[in-house]
C-alpha cells in the first residue's frame, strides 16, 4: 500500500486454465494459477466448483511492497462473497492510504465499511430480493507490507503457516516443516467457540443448538462472524412474515459479528509459506496434511495438488475414486464436497524491511478467480460487475 497507487485496470486476471493440472484435466469445474510472482516470493491458486453457482470467490493483489490475499467463502448464495471481492481491497487500500500503512487497525475498519455497505445494499433490496436477507459470507484476508504479516478472518476459512521446525537441542538434520495455524475459526463446532456465543446471550439458553450432531446459532448456523446474514444481525430489517420464514424462533438482539479475528506477526526467517483456503479444504484436510502436501511438493501447481487431495478424500469417505466425483455436475456435486478454494503463497524474503520485489518497480499485478469456474474461463470477465474498483 505504502508508496503505491492502485488501479483497476492493473489488476491482472490471472494466468490459469480451467482443469489445467495433470489427471485433473477432465474436470470442467476446476481452475488454476500454477506459479506467479508476489512481492516477496512466488504463489499458486486453485479453485475446484462444487455448488450451482460458484460461493467462494479469491483475490490476490500485488505491488512491488505489498501483498492482499482475500478468500471470500458464501453462504444462502455467492451474492456476499462477490460483493466482498469488489470492495473489500479497495477499502483496504484507501484506509491504508490515509494512515501511512496497512494495520490490524486499518483492516478492522475496511472489514466494517464492507459490511455497513453490504448491509445498506440489503436494506434497500430487500423488498424486492428477500433473499438477500439471508446471504452471507466468511472472509479471510492475508495482507505483509514492511516484513509484516496481518491475518484477519471472520467464519471458518482459515491460515496456516509452513514454517521449518525449531532446532533447540537438537542434532543438525534436515528441519521439518510444521503447521502452525494463524487464524481462528469462528464455528459453534468447536467448544470454545459455543461458550463464547452462550457467555455474550446469557438471557437464551438456547442461543446454540445441536441437530443431528452439529451445532448451529439457533439451530441455523455453524458461523458466529460473517459479512452479511442480515437477517441474524438486523431482525429489524425484516417483515414479520419474512422474519418467521427464515428463522422460526424470536431474535432479542443480533447474535452475529462483522468483528474480524487479526493477529499481526513479524515474519522469520524459517516462515516458508502460507496457505489460505476455505473451509471446503479443511473439511477434508488437517493443518498437517496441508503443510506436509505442499513442502514435498514442486512449488508449481501446489494449489491444485492441495484441491486435489481433499477431492480424493471426499471420494474415499463415500467409497468411490476420484474420476467418479470429477464426473459429476455442478449443483449435485455439493452432496460430495464444498466448493474449494485454496492460495499458496510462498515467503522467499521473509523478515526484510524492504521486500526484494520480484514484481517489477511501480509494476501492479494479481489474480482474480473466476466468478464462476464452469461458465467463466479466467480471462473471460468482461464487464463483470464484481470486479474491484481498487483507487
Known amino acids: 500500500m505504502r508508496g503505491s497507487r492502485w488501479c483497476c485496470c492493473c489488476f491482472g486476471r490471472g494466468g490459469g486454465g480451467a482443469g489445467r493440472s495433470g489427471s485433473v484435466a477432465d474436470d470442467g469445474l476446476v481452475w488454476d494459477v500454477g506459479l506467479k510472482a508476489h512481492a516477496s516470493g512466488e504463489y499458486s491458486v486453485a479453485v475446484a466448483q462444487a ?125 521439518a516443516v510444521v503447521a502452525e495455524r494463524l487464524s481462528r475459526d469462528h464455528n459453534v463446532a468447536d467448544e470454545e467457540v459455543r461458550r463464547e456465543v452462550a457467555e455474550a446471550h446469557p438471557d437464551d439458553p438456547h442461543i446454540v443448538m445441536s441437530s443431528h450432531g452439529v451445532w448451529r446459532i439457533k439451530g441455523i448456523i455453524q458461523v458466529s462472524r460473517s459479512i452479511g446474514d442480515a437477517y441474524l444481525k438486523r431482525p429489524d430489517l425484516c417483515s414479520p412474515a419474512v422474519m418467521q420464514s427464515l428463522c422460526p424462533f424470536p431474535l432479542r438482539r443480533p447474535v452475529m459479528s462483522a468483528v474480524p479475528s487479526v493477529t499481526s506477526r513479524r515474519l522469520r526467517p524459517g516462515d516458508q509459506f502460507i496457505i489460505f483456503a476455505s473451509d471446503g479444504l479443511w473439511e477434508q484436510l488437517s493443518d498437517d496434511a496441508a503443510v506436509g502436501i505442499v513442502s514435498r511438493s514442486p512449488r508449481k501447481g501446489v494449489a491444485m495438488r492441495l484441491v486435489r487431495a481433499a477431492q480424493l478424500e471426499a471420494a474415499r469417505k463415500k467409497d468411490m475414486r476420484y474420476e467418479s466425483i470429477a464426473a459429476i455436475e455442478k449443483g449435485r456435486r455439493r452432496r460430495f464436497h464444498d466448493d474449494i478454494t485454496v492460495v499458496v503463497l510462498f515467503l522467499d524474503n521473509r523478515c526484510e524491511g524492504t521486500p526484494q520485489s520480484t514484481v517489477g518497480a511501480g509494476e501492479i499485478d494479481g489474480t482474480r478467480a473466476p466468478v464462476d469456474v464452469f461458465s467463466l474461463g479466467p480471462d473471460d470477465h468482461g464487464d463483470d460487475p464484481t470486479r474491484p474498483v481498487l483507487r
Open 51 to 175: 455448488n450451482e453457482a460458484l460461493e467462494d470467490q479469491a483475490q490476490v493483489l500485488v505491488s512491488p511492497a505489498s501483498t492482499l490475499v482475500g478468500v471470500y467463502d458464501g453462504h444462502g448464495g455467492p451474492d456476499a462473497a462477490r460483493f466482498v471481492n469488489a470492495r473489500l481491497f479497495s477499502l483496504i487500500q484507501e484506509l491504508a492510504s490515509q494512515s501511512g500503512g496497512l494495520s490490524a487497525q486499518v483492516i478492522k475498519r475496511a472489514f466494517g465499511a464492507t459490511e455497513e455497505e453490504f448491509m445498506g445494499m440489503v436494506e434497500k433490496s430487500w423488498p424486492s430480493q428477500p433473499r438477500l436477507m439471508s446471504v452471507g459470507s466468511c472472509c479471510l484476508v492475508g495482507a505483509i507490507e514492511d516484513g509484516t504479516l496481518h491475518v484477519a478472518n471472520l467464519g471458518d476459512s482459515r491460515a496456516v503457516l509452513g514454517r521449518l521446525a525449531s532446532t533447540a537441542g537438537k542434532k543438525r538434520r534436515a528441519r
